[in-house]
């Protein structure tokens, strides 16, 4: 399709440079893939109040009948990633695919159907024993615990002192978690217990295979992003053209650092989605 004149922001980096001038010149081939929290959804207090920011969907569908694929990767529950952004049954939507529970889960927009795997013995163990063990190391209070189907979280942003009830919980809830065969995720402000093999650079690096993307672009917000960076990294050092984006800085400067693009937040990510629609149908 040749190169494009944008009003779209400048990545910082050469590589964040030819990803973008990639995905404008193959579009019909490349990925965009995004994170749901945080990069689509504002963080809230209650992740049950999570929503895909009023202007999401609206960009997504008109982003993607113009390239390869868009993919949602979130450590949610697939379906609930769905409702929560309202992506069910939207024109321009029906080729978007939700990854869920880092790949764990799959919800293909064309069928409507959620694909996941069997439980995992430890997720169920951990849920029976979890209440209790908070409360017996006293970390209880300002704590809450969050049923994600495959995985249990343990949100720390409610405590009085938010950082220090994550800090004094890693070490704990890393124990527990291996002793019945599960990993902890931090976050922010949160420490997921799950079952190990999936994370979201691998089901990236999967998904990219699958559909033979040309350019991928990626945005996300949280530590559990960067092994899709990590990917990312990997397939531009092998040849694929790749973008990075972070969405915010401010609480993950692990990920900002690696960036190619730093957007403020969801709203500046939508926006951002928006016009790339628009310069990549131009």
């Not at 999570?50 to 979130?74: K, N």
């Not at 799950?194 to 990236?204: E, S, T």
């Amino acid at each position: 399709m040749g190169s494009h004149p944008h009003d779209l922001p400048m990545p910082v980096t050469a590589a964040g440079r030819e990803g973008l001038e990639a995905l404008l010149r193959t579009p019909r081939s490349s990925v965009v893939a995004l994170d749901f929290d945080g990069t689509l959804a504002e963080i809230v207090p209650d992740p049950d109040q999570a929503r895909a920011h009023p202007d999401a969907v609206a960009a997504l569908s008109a982003l993607a009948p113009e390239v390869g694929s868009v993919a949602v990767i979130t450590g949610r529950p697939a379906g609930v990633a769905v409702r929560y952004g309202g992506f069910a049954g939207v024109p321009g939507l029906e080729h978007l695919v939700v990854l869920g529970h880092y790949g764990a889960e799959r919800w293909d927009a064309v069928t409507g159907i959620v694909h996941a795997p069997a439980e995992h013995p430890g997720v169920a163990a951990v849920r029976a024993e979890l209440p209790g063990f908070l409360d017996a190391i006293g970390a209880w209070r300002g704590t809450w615990i969050e049923e994600k189907g495959q995985a249990l979280a343990v949100h720390t942003r409610r405590a009085q002192d938010p950082e220090g009830a994550f800090a004094a919980l890693r070490e704990p809830l890393a124990g527990l978690a291996a002793r019945h065969g599960l990993m902890v995720e931090p976050g922010r402000a949160v420490l997921e217990l799950r079952p190990p093999g999936m994370d979201k650079g691998v089901a990236l690096t999967e998904y990219l295979a699958e559909v033979g993307a040309s350019a991928v672009l990626y945005a996300g917000d949280d530590l559990g992003d960067l092994a899709a960076y990590s990917a990312v990294e990997k397939l531009r050092a092998d040849g694929l053209p790749g973008l990075l984006v972070c969405s915010g800085s401010a609480e993950v400067p692990e990920l900002a650092a690696r960036a190619d693009l730093i957007l403020s937040g969801p709203g500046e990510v939508v926006a951002f989605l928006a016009d790339l629609a628009a310069a990549v149908a131009a």
